[in-house]
């Protein structure tokens, strides 16, 4: 896996978020969405299984590895963005 | 079987051209004396079971006739194997002796060269007509498309009873784009031979050299797999006249392949050919349509049945090959009866009269518990302008098992950012969310075996060095 800054990661996440919401017709402004905003449901982001299946992808492709091949099932951005600063520590 | 129809068309068509190789035209009658010496030579040297690693030539096809002559065993063997892979083949099947133009090491059976088994039939007094046992069998590898390669068992009057012998192609000109050492190939033999008609065998699959020798030997049929005739049609802009017939076999066509191939020789008859190593040739049809009507399911009285459950297609063939081969040689030899329905491992849909291909069994992708048949995406994507070839697979994933990806190669006078726009635009008009390749990546190449899409999930970012026309 890259090891990375911790600050580094937060941003390339919220990319990522922002990237599969765009996919499924959601525009969100990366950098915009609440750390801990649920990912799932409709009180939250609104990401159903395909849609983390190819988050968890688009993670792995990115940084080397995935919470979520991990069995972490990340229910937020700050989940995530904490897997990897763990993982870089 | 084969030696006795290339003898009895020596005597009558002697000067007829029998194959066309980088070296020389062979005529039937040379190629006759030819495989004379040839068997000659394999009875002086006392081996039974040969593997031959020698590219297709001439060559190598009075080889496969004189054993056959000889009453020998032979295998020929993917040229691109290691050594170490050969002699595990040599040793698996009890070879004893491996015919190659240069010495292999390592390899613990005995080599031998052509030229050697030739100079041992000049040295020694000529073997009568009578002396020859004939009756050779062959052992062809199976594509291993989707996994390790199987060997089977054939007898030549099985695969020579599976060529129909035709008026109207009799001294046609056939270009080999198949390769020797599998099923297609030694089909193409056969029918070949079986209408006294000629192959012309190019100096590789390379597009130019293809059309080069399609128009410099006036060929007038030519059979390859359909990714061979996408990457052809999606690169040749100018119509090829002198083709009288096309045909497609080994994968399952997709129309708008069969509409560009009408497109590109106006003039050819296409047809679509369906048969398995196993199986032998099954049924064809010359419709332009793809799949194959529903009515073949219905008429037992043909040799060769069908049937589909759940979803597969089942075959009953008279026809075929006489067994596997397992480790140990014919002792081992697995008996195929001939009223067995063998499951093909083919997904088929019936919509109306008609059956479509959808994918193999082993192919499918399991999308959090929705099956996908790669076939249906691949024809989506194929349709897209400026794709030359596909190949949807899945990816393993930690949340759904599997996810579908795409690599498809693109026109190389086209930007491939907007090719995969446009797949993209295509796919989400087209297919299901669980359908949608999640990832596009144009690639220059597409990994082959036999000329055919290696089937099985490889990672997106798999290095592509190999390309189409070097089969591994």
């Known amino acids: 896996m890259t090891n990375l800054p911790s600050t580094a990661h937060r941003p390339r996440v919220q990319t990522i ?16 969405i609440d750390d801990e905003a649920p990912l799932y449901g409709v009180n939250g982001i609104g990401l159903d299984s395909l849609d983390v299946a190819v988050l968890s992808s688009l993670l792995e492709k990115e940084f080397g590895d995935d919470p979520f091949s991990h069995g972490l099932f990340a229910r ?4 995530i963005i904490r897997f990897y600063e763990s993982a870089a520590s | 079987m084969i030696e006795r129809v290339l003898q009895a068309a020596a005597f009558r068509d002697a000067q007829q051209p029998f194959i066309i190789d980088r070296n020389r035209v062979w005529s039937y009658a040379a190629s006759w004396t030819a495989v004379r010496r040839m068997a000659h030579g394999l009875m002086v040297s006392g081996a039974n079971r040969l593997v031959a690693y020698m590219d297709d030539s001439a060559e190598l096809i009075h080889l496969l006739i004189a054993a056959s002559l000889a009453g020998k065993t032979i295998l020929v063997a993917n040229r691109l194997c290691t050594a170490e892979e050969l002699a595990e083949v040599a040793s698996n099947l009890s070879a004893d002796m491996v015919i190659s133009p240069a010495t292999i090491e390592p390899m613990t059976t005995r080599q031998c060269s052509i030229d050697a088994i030739l100079t041992v039939a000049e040295g020694t007094g000529q073997h009568s007509p009578s002396d020859f046992a004939g009756q050779g069998e062959v052992f062809i590898l199976t594509s291993g498309t989707t996994g390790r390669s199987k060997c089977a068992a054939y007898a030549w009057d099985r695969l020579m009873s599976q060529v129909h012998r035709r008026a109207d192609q009799r001294y046609s000109r056939w270009l080999l784009l198949y390769q020797l050492n599998h099923f297609a190939g030694f089909q193409m033999v056969a029918h070949v031979i079986s209408n006294t008609a000629c192959l012309v065998i190019p100096q590789s699959l390379d597009v130019a050299r293809v059309a080069n020798a399609i128009e410099s030997h006036a060929v007038t049929h030519a059979s390859g797999t359909p990714t061979f005739w996408r990457m052809f049609a999606g690169m040749r802009r100018e119509r090829l006249r002198c083709l009288r017939q096309i045909t497609l076999g080994g994968e399952a066509a997709t129309s708008d392949l069969l509409e560009k191939l009408r497109s590109l020789f106006p003039d050819a008859s296409i047809s679509q050919v369906y048969a398995t190593t196993e199986l032998g040739s099954c049924f064809s049809t010359s419709d332009g349509l793809p799949g194959f009507p529903a009515s073949l399911l219905d008429d037992a009285a043909r040799p060769i049945q069908l049937k589909v459950i759940d979803g597969e297609l089942y075959v009953r063939s008279v026809n075929g090959m006489s067994g596997y081969v397992s480790k140990g040689g014919t002792d081992s030899l697995v008996q195929k009866r001939a009223d067995d329905w063998v499951a093909t491992g083919d997904l088929v849909t019936q919509v109306g009269d008609r059956f479509f291909f959808r994918g193999r069994v082993s192919e499918t992708v399991n999308v959090g518990g929705v099956k996908v048949n790669p076939l249906e995406v691949e024809a989506c994507i194929l349709a897209v302008d400026g794709v030359l070839a596909a190949h949807v697979f899945g990816r393993p994933n930690p949340v759904t098992g599997s996810i579908v990806v795409a690599e498809i190669v693109c026109d190389h006078d086209r930007s491939s950012e907007s090719i995969i726009a446009a797949v993209r635009e295509a796919c989400l008009r087209s297919l299901t969310r669980y359908q949608r390749p999640r990832f596009v990546e144009a690639v220059p190449s ?14 997106i970012t798999l290095s592509h060095s190999i390309s189409a026309e070097h089969d591994t």
């Not at chain 2, 990994?447 to 990672?459: L, P, Y």
């Open chain 1, 17 to 32: 978020v922002a990237q599969v919401c765009a996919d499924k017709g959601i525009i969100l402004r990366a950098g915009s």
């Open chain 1, 76 to 79: 937020s951005i700050g989940e």
């Open chain 2, 446 to 459: 597409l990994k082959t075996v036999n000329r055919k899409v290696r089937r099985h999930a490889s990672t």
